[in-house]
């Protein structure tokens, strides 16, 4: 990094070069991730409170080479994983010539958490921690039935979220017994002062005894759909 006598900052790259990331670098999200042989084009140079940094889309050659753990948790984080953000420090300039390009050595997936949604959301679909959620499918709703029909707890109340009717619901429907839908996902058993009838499961609130279960249910349902 240089300064002019009037000391603003000078970025020793420019938009367009080439470089290369130094070996012992990692990914800062990722410490488990090592960074160095990286390479890429530069794009845009950011300078912020006296530092550098530089952003610069992946080579071909880097994006063949990096860890399938490195793509799923871009994925599950919203990071776009061919474009890389670093301090000018952390870089060099690349000259061409091929080098190795650093991999994970031990892989840390940090364990899933009950007090994280979609941590719990993963539980239920027998993923880890890495593993960005899945949409909404005939595969997935079937691992989450299964999930569910071990540890709902019946009979309970709860409420439809679109009026406040309240139900007493008494079985989750087993999608083998019926048409299983993507558009109303599980089905429940229920029933109101009156009648009994179906209801999607993503469409019920405050489940007495099971509120977390059909809350993250929900909110899987809705926002992966």
């Known amino acids: 990094m240089s300064?002019?006598?009037?000391?603003?900052i000078i970025s020793r790259f420019?938009?367009?070069?080439?470089?290369?990331?130094?070996?012992?670098?990692?990914v800062p999200d990722f410490p488990d991730i090592p960074l160095g042989g990286?390479?890429?084009?530069?794009?845009?140079?950011?300078?912020?409170?006296?530092?550098?940094?530089?952003?610069?889309?992946?080579?071909?050659?880097?994006?063949?080479?990096?860890?399938?753990?490195?793509?799923?948790?871009c994925e599950r984080d919203g990071l776009d994983f061919e474009t890389m953000w670093l301090g000018e420090e952390d870089i060099e300039p690349d000259d061409g010539t091929p080098v190795p390009i650093e991999q994970p050595t031990q892989i840390k997936t940090p364990p899933l958490s009950e007090k994280d949604q979609d941590d719990r959301v993963r539980m239920a679909?027998?993923?880890?921690h890495d593993d960005p959620l899945p949409d909404v499918s005939r595969k997935t709703l079937l691992a989450y039935y299964r999930y569910l029909a071990a540890n709902l707890k019946f009979p309970f109340k709860a409420k439809t979220e679109s009026d406040g009717t309240t139900l007493t619901v008494s079985r989750l429907i087993d999608p083998k017994q019926s048409e299983l839908e993507e558009e109303e996902g599980l089905l429940c058993e229920a029933?109101?002062?009156q009648a009994s009838f179906t209801v999607p499961l993503s469409e019920l609130?405050?489940?007495?005894?099971?509120?977390?279960?059909?809350?993250d249910y929900g909110y899987w349902f809705w926002n992966w759909h």
């Open 3 to 8: 300064h002019t006598k009037k000391g603003s």
């Open 205 to 215: 609130e405050d489940a007495v005894g099971n509120r977390k279960l059909v809350e």
């Open 14 to 26: 420019q938009v367009g070069n080439k470089v290369r990331v130094k070996y012992g670098v990692i």
């Open 38 to 73: 990286w390479s890429g084009t530069v794009t845009e140079i950011i300078k912020d409170h006296g530092q550098i940094n530089c952003v610069f889309k992946l080579d071909d050659r880097t994006l063949a080479s990096i860890h399938p753990i490195y793509h799923k948790r």
């Open 191 to 193: 029933r109101d002062r």
């Open 125 to 128: 679909l027998g993923l880890t």
